[in-house]
T-cell receptor, first 110, second 115 residues
Framework: DAKTTQPNSMESNEEEPVHLPCNHS???????IHWYRQLPSQGPEYVIHGLTSNVNNRMASLAIAEDRKSSTLILHRATLRDAAVYYCILRDNAGNMLTFGGGTRLMVKP | GAGVSQSPSNKVTEKGKDVELRCDPISGHTALYWYRQRLGQGLEFLIY????????KSGLPSDRFSAERTGESVSTLTIQRTQQEDSAVYLC?????????????FGSGTQLSVL
């Protein structure tokens, strides 16, 4: 299974942009890159996903490298409510989403 | 409509007892997933249901774990003869049809504590 690698934790100041990296060097051509986040004591929530092109939505932007071996989730202005664990996951054609991994714990300082 | 609903939200049981965890997916969602999350760790896939297809049970950690789904609605995850290592949050998610470009909607989970 294609796996992802993320830093264990990152810190950001409130109101500043945050770039959360994810490496997925064994990604296959049909794998979608998904990002979810999990706030304390809650289930994960969807953030964004993409295949090849960069994506934007109201929550974040997703920048995908040209070779697709890495991607970056961009929060344009971090708020205290963005403090969470962010998971980068590859989703294959079978539709099964397998292990999420440890994710990146984002801490936002006021 | 309502999101994914899981019950109970908390369950405390004694070692050796059986437990049943329930998941009500979003209405109309044909794909349903169960995950386990141990304290401080990421999510571990357990089982996946999609419509009338045979479920993907590849993530179930032992034969003490089983899950059923009635049509395209409620699912129950059963753990027999619980062990302390089974203590975790059990999360359920659903999506419309299970495509790789779909988003999953998660419930708030069931916190299982085995004493």
């Amino acid at each position: 299974d294609a796996k992802t690698t993320q830093p264990n934790s990152m810190e950001s100041n409130e109101e500043e942009p945050v770039h959360l990296p994810c490496n997925h060097s064994t990604i296959s051509g049909t794998d979608y890159i998904h990002w979810y986040r999990q706030l304390p004591s809650q289930g994960p929530e969807y953030v964004i996903h993409g295949l090849t092109s960069n994506v934007n939505n109201r929550m974040a932007s997703l920048a995908i490298a040209e070779d697709r071996k890495s991607s970056t989730l961009i929060l344009h202005r971090a708020t205290l409510r963005d403090a969470a664990v962010y998971y980068c996951i590859l989703r294959d054609n079978a539709g099964n989403m397998l292990t999420f991994g440890g994710g990146t714990r984002l801490m936002v300082k006021p | 409509g309502a999101g994914v609903s899981q019950s109970p939200s908390n369950k405390v049981t004694e070692k050796g007892k059986d437990v049943e965890l329930r998941c009500d997916p979003i209405s109309g969602h044909t794909a349903l997933y169960w995950y386990r999350q141990r304290l401080g760790q990421g999510l571990e896939f357990l089982i996946y249901f999609q419509g009338n297809s045979a479920p993907d049970k590849s993530g179930l950690p032992s034969d003490r774990f089983s899950a059923e789904r009635t049509g395209e609605s409620v699912s129950t995850l059963t753990i027999q003869r619980t062990q302390q290592e089974d203590s975790a949050v059990y999360l359920c998610a659903s999506s419309l049809w299970g495509g790789s470009n779909e988003k999953l909607f998660f419930g708030s989970g069931t916190q299982l504590s085995v004493l």
